[in-house]
């Protein structure tokens, strides 16, 4: 296979087709019915707060990650408190400081999630074989490790993005 030797355009473009097409797969792959589905900024929420040794981020922060308002975010944690998912806690510092944890039941609900998902995604790869299965593997580790490298060069100026 004859290939042009890569750029940053280059390959910058096929990452861009794998993000959208990767994010339409899994997004149609693990729509769930149930009061957190998998492409939710909720599901995003308790994602990023059951990440085990991680230190509980404050509502600013999470607002930040997630690219959304406080006003927003307020919302959104006022109806995953209601459901017992997360609960907040003000500093004993400063009070003005409120910091997001999840709950038990927000961990349970989280390892159910994740369980669901594996198993659709074992369902998927059931057709492949062997030799199918261990290129899959060697390729994502790779590109985990890459990604790693690409996530470390986040605070570089991407330009402006039109508003929509």
Same mark, same amino acid.
Do not use: W
């Given at each position: 296979?004859?290939?042009?030797?890569?750029?940053?355009?280059?390959?910058?473009?096929?990452?861009?087709?794998?993000?959208?097409?990767?994010?339409?797969?899994?997004?149609?792959?693990?729509?769930?019915?149930?009061?957190?589905?998998?492409?939710?900024?909720?599901?995003?929420? #308790?994602?990023?707060? @059951?990440?085990?040794? *991680? +230190?509980?981020?404050?509502?600013?922060?999470?607002?930040?990650? %997630?690219? $959304? &308002?406080?006003?927003?975010?307020?919302?959104?944690?006022?109806? #995953?408190?209601?459901? @017992?998912?997360?609960? *907040? +806690?003000?500093?004993?510092?400063?009070?003005?400081?409120?910091? %997001?944890? $999840? &709950?038990?039941?927000?961990?349970?609900?989280?390892?159910?999630?994740?369980?669901?998902?594996?198993?659709?995604?074992?369902?998927?790869?059931?057709?492949?074989?062997?030799?199918?299965?261990?290129?899959?593997?060697?390729?994502?580790?790779?590109?985990?490790?890459?990604?790693?490298?690409?996530?470390?060069?986040?605070?570089?100026?991407?330009?402006?993005?039109?508003?929509?």
């Amino acid at each position: 296979m004859n290939r042009e030797p890569a750029d940053s355009r280059h390959v910058g473009e096929h990452f861009m087709e794998f993000a959208i097409e990767f994010f339409n797969l899994a997004k149609n792959s693990y729509h769930q019915q149930n009061q957190i589905r998998a492409n939710s900024a909720a599901f995003q929420v #308790l994602m990023q707060l @059951n990440q085990p040794g *991680r +230190q509980a981020p404050t509502m600013s922060e999470m607002a930040l990650q %997630l690219g $959304i &308002t406080k006003q927003q975010l307020t919302k959104l944690i006022n109806d #995953l408190e209601e459901k @017992n998912l997360v609960r *907040r +806690q003000h500093s004993s510092r400063n009070r003005r400081h409120v910091y %997001l944890a $999840i &709950t038990p039941e927000g961990s349970s609900i989280m390892k159910q999630l994740k369980e669901a998902m594996l198993e659709c995604t074992v369902s998927r790869l059931s057709s492949y074989n062997q030799e199918e299965l261990a290129e899959l593997d060697d390729c994502l580790m790779r590109l985990s490790t890459l990604l790693e490298k690409f996530a470390a060069a986040e605070d570089t100026s991407c330009g402006d993005f039109p508003e929509l």
